[in-house]
């Protein structure tokens, strides 16, 4: 087969590393890609929104199957764009990936099919959110409707910030369209977690629960980010919590999602809270996580591709199980000075070669471009270093250990991914 993944963070860097190991692949290819994905895919500079462009490359490649990664595509309809042309394609169609894309059409769905989620209200109109809002307590959470690329949502602690996160959205509309409309939901005290399964419309098969980092700074401080680290699986989760994850939040939504005509295909991502020992959905996403998809991929045995088909086709039920290798694997982000803000870029990155070559460290690419042979930085999540070892702590360790190999000017990380697991048990 040829592939093509679109996309040009840590998550597709995975998946094509993965891929590149499937007894199918003829050849893969990637738009627009990094560094790293140049080094296992031939990348073209397309942009991961330019539609017409990527139909245009798939048919003159002859592509049997296009992958997506980030949410913006798949929300602008770029599967339902190559379903149009015959096109195979991975990734819930405009309708489905709306359970992303609008927080009122997720919390909506949630409520009419008994999914566990905080209780909420929707509003369009300012005056009467604003007094909503006086008549509550703190602390709740207030939420732009559209995307915001992980910042439209706002835990309030106060009623001031409640006012003023109010304003922005809806009178200053600093997101535009995305914060015309709102929820203002309760808020859910307790331990998150991302639980990622493929679905093909009508079954799913879910892959490890794990762990994402979104806070800059150890100990969870500091401004939220695209996320500075992730570990799978998580400590607490056994069978009998993956069972009543799978059936009464996940197989419910996509049952949900068929009754309204809509075939959901692709990746859902429930992104959970675990409050009083319960599972509570926070929000839907409609794509693989980043950084969560690095350490499930790297955890991952077996062939990636067929169960991509699978999806795409139908056919997850041809499939009995997905296997995993034992033990925890984790992944460090390391991120350039100045993020999230203002991130550097165009630094050299040094000491890639002393990791290269190991099967339970790999380091996947983000933000990085390949000039004459060198890497260096191009974003602000640069790469995330990936080890899969026996416990968490040797996991942990070996993660730690290969970070420190690397360097470039102004790198920074976390020092604690993981150490939530450590605490759980
Ligand atoms: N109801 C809630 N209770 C507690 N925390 C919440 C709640 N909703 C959101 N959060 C916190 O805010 C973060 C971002 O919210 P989320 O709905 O995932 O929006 P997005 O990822 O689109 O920014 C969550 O990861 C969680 O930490
Ligand atoms: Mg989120």
New binding site residues.
């Given amino acids: 087969m040829n592939v093509l993944v679109i996309g040009s963070g840590g998550r597709e860097h995975a998946l094509c590393w993965k891929i590149t190991q499937s007894k199918d692949l003829n050849k893969l290819y990637c738009a627009p890609g990094n560094g790293g994905i140049s080094d296992v895919a031939e990348c073209h500079d397309i942009n991961a929104t330019d539609v017409s462009g990527l139909i245009d490359f798939s048919r003159n490649m002859k592509i049997d199957l296009v992958v997506v990664g980030p949410e913006n595509p798949l929300a602008a309809g770029i599967v339902d764009a190559f379903q149009v042309k015959g096109v195979p394609i991975f990734g819930p169609v405009a309708r489905g990936a709306a359970i992303e894309a609008s927080k009122i059409f997720s919390k909506e769905l949630m409520k009419e099919s008994s999914v566990p989620t905080?209780p909420f209200q929707v509003f369009d109109d300012y005056g009467k959110a604003l007094g909503h809002l006086e008549a509550r307590q703190v602390p709740f959470?207030i939420?732009a409707d559209g995307l915001?690329a992980?910042?439209?949502?706002y835990?309030i602690k106060d009623m001031a910030e409640a006012r003023s996160v109010l304003k922005e959205l809806m009178v200053s509309k600093i997101y535009g369209d995305a914060g015309r409309k709102v929820v203002i939901?309760?808020?859910?005290p307790g331990i998150?977690a991302s639980y990622l399964a493929f679905a093909d419309g009508e079954t799913i098969l879910p892959m490890p629960a794990s762990q994402d980092h979104?806070p800059l700074l150890d100990d969870d401080l500091g401004p939220n980010t695209g996320g500075m680290g992730a570990y799978t699986p998580i400590p607490f989760i056994n069978d009998d919590l993956d069972r009543e994850i799978r059936d009464t939040i996940m197989l419910r939504t996509i049952a949900a999602m068929r009754q309204r005509g809509i075939p959901y295909k692709g990746v859902l991502y429930g992104?959970l809270?675990f409050s009083g020992g319960k599972p509570y959905v926070?929000?839907f996403n409609a794509r693989f996580g980043d950084p969560e998809t690095q350490p499930i991929i790297f955890k991952m045995k077996g062939d990636l591709l067929p169960v991509l088909v699978a999806c795409v086709e139908g056919k997850l039920n041809n499939i009995k199980e997905l296997e995993w290798k034992d033990g925890v694997s984790v992944c460090v982000v390391l991120a350039s000075g100045g993020y999230p803000e203002n991130p550097d870029k165009g630094k050299a990155i040094r000491g890639l070669h002393r990791l290269a070559g190991r099967d339970d460290v790999m380091v996947f690419h983000a933000g990085t471009k390949k000039v004459n042979n060198q890497y260096i930085t191009s974003g602000g999540r640069v790469l995330g270093v990936t080890a899969i070892g026996p416990t968490y702590e040797n996991a942990i360790k070996k993660a730690y250990d290969a970070v420190a190999m690397i360097e470039f000017e102004g790198m920074f990380y976390r020092k604690d991914i993981g150490k939530k697991a450590l605490m759980m048990r």
């Fill in positions: 905080a959470v939420k915001c992980g910042k439209g949502a835990v939901e309760d808020f859910l998150e979104k992104g809270m926070i929000e």
